[in-house]
């Protein structure tokens, strides 16, 4: 069974620090997807990062970071120098890389970020 | 990335009707889905829109209660049917891309309000 946790419910910041959800997760298989979506108020998901499970190294795009631990199952995500515009529900999802085992997307419960001026 | 579309965006139905949501992928793709959010919820998926042959659903998830159809390798509908409040969510289709790479993208969703 595949399973995600995003402990933390609801996060609030002030515009220009930076943040940190966490995603820890939990697969029986040792090749997988793990992947990050946005979820602005509008309720559209969008696509942030997808990363394999035999590339551990952590990847920068502006001001998004990911860290991705295999030895203890996590794959955080931070913005640095937080916007408004970030304000969103945040997913991390875990998917097999099998394609005989179907390509279902286990979604964590998300993380309402709040980033206040 | 792809670009999906989905009609309705959204809709306020009467309990006991049936309401069938387009999705729209603008390049053929293998693999395509339907997903149902709750209010204040993660996504749960429905079923998998498999072309030219049945949609494979998952657990808690009927044919009768939301049948899909997918005619070509671009399109699928899912219709909720004989609605009752407790199906008020936003329904977003997504589809796969990159051979198996592994991206899914997702469409707008569909917010659906039941009364």
């Known amino acids: 069974a595949q399973k995600v946790t995003q402990a933390q419910t609801e996060i609030s910041v002030v515009e220009k620090e930076d943040v940190t959800l966490d995603c820890v997760y939990e697969t029986r298989d040792t090749t997988y997807y793990l992947f990050w979506y946005k979820q602005p108020p509008s309720g559209e998901l969008v696509f942030l990062i997808r990363r394999n499970s035999f590339d551990e190294q952590n990847e920068i795009s502006g001001r998004y970071s990911w860290n991705f631990q295999k030895s203890t199952s996590s794959f955080n995500f931070t913005i640095t120098a937080s916007q408004v515009v970030d304000s969103a529900v945040y997913f991390c999802a875990l998917r097999r890389m099998r394609r005989t085992s179907g390509s279902r997307l286990t979604f964590g419960e998300g993380t309402q970020l709040t980033v206040n001026p | 990335s792809a670009v999906i579309s989905q009609k309705p965006s959204r809709d306020i139905c009467q309990r006991g009707t049936s309401l069938t949501i387009q999705c729209q992928v603008d390049s053929q793709v293998t693999m395509m889905f339907w997903y149902r959010q709750q209010p204040g919820q993660s996504l749960t998926l429905i079923a998998t829109?498999?072309?030219?042959?049945?949609?494979?659903?998952e657990s808690g998830f009927v044919i009768d209660k939301f049948p899909i159809s997918r005619p070509n390798l671009t399109f699928s509908t899912l219709t909720v049917s004989n609605m009752s409040p407790e199906d008020s969510s936003i329904y977003l289709c997504?589809?796969?891309f990159g051979s198996g790479a592994g991206e899914q993208y997702f469409g707008p969703g569909t917010r659906l309000t039941v009364t």
């Open positions: 997504s589809a796969e």
């Open positions: 829109a498999n072309q030219g042959s049945e949609a494979t659903y």
